[in-house]
Nanobody, 128 residues
Framework: QLQLVESGGGLVQPGGSLRLSCAAS????????VGWFRQAPGKEREGVSC????????YYADSVKGRFTISRDNAKNMVYLHMNSLKPEDTGVYYC?????????????????????WGKGTLVTVSS
């Protein structure tokens, strides 16, 4: 059974850091592009940071450039999202998603509806 499980969310003060993890089971993540998405209350799900499967290229939404970093650990079959300098507007449920089609990192992020597999999400709250 193909499954994605996110972890690492929590309550953090503005300016703080968190590392989110996405663990895959039932398939090897290194063969697929992977994206991190977030959904704030009352808003649509948006792509935050994504990575391709082929050349390791990455894409970041303008709102997180310079603050977030996506990385893979193929040996552990995991993908991470390192989040620094967090802001209240980063609050939301963070999901990892995987498409089974061959798309670029940007292609993953700008079309959340293109994901074939989703985790259940992990809540990040940035508040003082």
């Amino acid at each position: 059974q193909l499954q994605l499980v996110e972890s690492g969310g929590g309550l953090v003060q503005p300016g703080g850091s968190l590392r989110l993890s996405c663990a895959a089971s039932g398939f090897s993540l290194d063969y697929y592009p992977v994206g991190w998405f977030r959904q704030a209350p009352g808003k649509e799900r948006e792509g935050v940071s994504c990575t391709s499967s082929s050349d390791g290229s990455t894409y970041y939404a303008d709102s997180v450039k310079g603050r977030f970093t996506i990385s893979r650990d193929n040996a552990k079959n995991m993908v991470y999202l390192h989040m620094n300098s967090l802001k209240p507007e980063d609050t939301g449920v963070y999901y990892c998603g995987v498409p089974t089609s061959r798309v670029t990192a940007k292609g993953v992020c700008i079309v959340p509806a293109g994901m074939d597999y989703w985790g259940k999400g992990t809540l990040v709250t940035v508040s003082s």
